[in-house]
Nanobody
Framework: VQLQASGGGLVQPGGSLRLSCAAS????????IGWFRQAPGKEREIVVG????????YYADSVKGRFTISRDNAKNTVYLQMISLKLEDTAVYFC????????????????WGQGTLVTVSS
């Protein structure tokens, strides 16, 4: 059972990135998916979440209107499209899978990816 997050990188303020979270060893459409981030010296926080069917989502206030979560269950992958990136979006981004929804807390997620680094810098 594994989650693989990818797509991070260095981007200028105002730029865009798309993160992917691919699952292996289990079927993602049985799970809610959350994207969390952890900036240096800060606690891990939820950014966005999506339920198993994709018809319910959660966005932290800090990313509303800029981030979009979507899922392609056929590809066993969840995506996080990020636009209008800001310096404060710099963090390691983690995807996680859980069986409950809504799920906004770390302890509600059972499987975690390794994280992908997003650096917003000019």
């Amino acid at each position: 059972v594994q989650l693989q997050a990818s797509g991070g990188g260095l981007v200028q303020p105002g730029g865009s990135l798309r993160l992917s979270c691919a699952a292996s060893g289990f079927t993602l459409d049985d799970y809610a998916i959350g994207w969390f981030r952890q900036a240096p010296g800060k606690e891990r926080e939820i950014v966005v979440g999506i339920n198993w069917s994709g018809d319910s989502t959660y966005y932290a206030d800090s990313v509303k209107g800029r981030f979009t979560i979507s899922r392609d269950n056929a590809k066993n992958t969840v995506y996080l499209q990020m636009i209008s990136l800001k310096l404060e979006d710099t963090a390691v981004y983690f995807c996680a899978a859980g069986v409950s929804w809504p799920a906004l807390w770390i302890h509600e997620y059972h499987y975690w990816g390794q994280g992908t680094l997003v650096t917003v810098s000019s």
